[in-house]
């Protein structure tokens, strides 16, 4: 299984606002992830930042 941590990706991005802005959401939802994301939000993270040519700023994804 895939396993990202907000904090990772908050750091990587450079806070709520860029993935919010990222994925086309309020800085509100992005606060109320868990800190371990979820398979399905992985999913879309990695889309939102292969579609806007980003996938240089995602933090690793450790695969289990």
Sequence with gaps: ???MKK???LAHFGGS??????????IQAV???P????VHKIDQIVGA???QNRLQ?????VID
Excluded at 35 to 38: A, I, K, T, V
Excluded at 57 to 61: G, H, V
Aim: proline share 10%.
């Design 17 to 26: 606002r860029q993935i919010a802005d990222l994925l086309g959401i309020t």
């Design 31 to 33: 606060h109320q992830w």
């Design 1 to 3: 299984m895939a396993a």
């Design 57 to 61: 700023d995602l933090p690793p994804i």
């Design 35 to 38: 800190e371990n994301l979820p």
């Design 49 to 51: 930042a292969y579609r």
């Design 7 to 9: 904090s990772d990706l």
